[in-house]
């Protein structure tokens, strides 16, 4: 296996891997999330971020083929009345192909971020995860991570 950081080259190779997961989305809540309708559906998202100074995309490949990846951000909030500063990587996306899962790219991944957030001297890691995902949930315990903050929402 092999992690090398994302290019502006590989913004079609990350929207295929994003689809995935995207679709996983779009079947729970597709009030709320699009179903990708082809591998470069999220092209231009990718073009962007790939670019923006405060986010890095690793992708891991195994044998010449991207098997996943994960998008990360350095997420800075300033002191207020109410909290004190407060600065972490946000893993916003991961994922990794279905018929690749369970060959610990995952936590390759993870700990790809966790080196990363190691050089930008982080102290936190932090990621969101949709109810629905309870595989994805104990993925993360299992590597650490634990549950801190819950949302609710009310249909009207």
């Known amino acids: 296996m092999n992690i090398r950081q994302a290019t502006p080259a590989d913004s079609l190779r990350l929207s295929s891997l994003c689809r995935d997961v995207q679709s996983l989305h779009a079947e729970h809540h597709p ?5 990708p309708q ?34 990360c951000k350095l997420m800075e909030r300033p002191e207020s009345p109410f909290t004190f500063p ?3 990587l946000q893993i916003d996306q991961i994922s990794v192909r279905p018929e690749a899962r369970g060959q610990g790219i995952g936590g390759a991944l993870i700990k790809q971020a966790e080196r990363f957030a190691n ?6 890691i932090q990621l969101d995860s949709w109810d629905f995902n309870v595989r994805a949930h104990a993925f993360f315990e299992r590597l650490g991570f634990q549950k801190f903050h819950f949302r609710f929402w009310k249909d009207l």
């Open 38 to 71: 082809s591998d470069d559906f999220a092209v231009a998202f990718f073009d962007e971020i790939l670019v923006d100074p405060i986010a890095r995309i690793f992708i891991l490949e195994k044998n010449g083929q991207a098997l996943g990846y994960i998008l």
């Open 31 to 35: 009030d709320i999330f699009k179903n």
């Open 86 to 88: 407060l600065r972490y």
């Open 119 to 124: 050089e930008l001297d982080v102290q936190r």
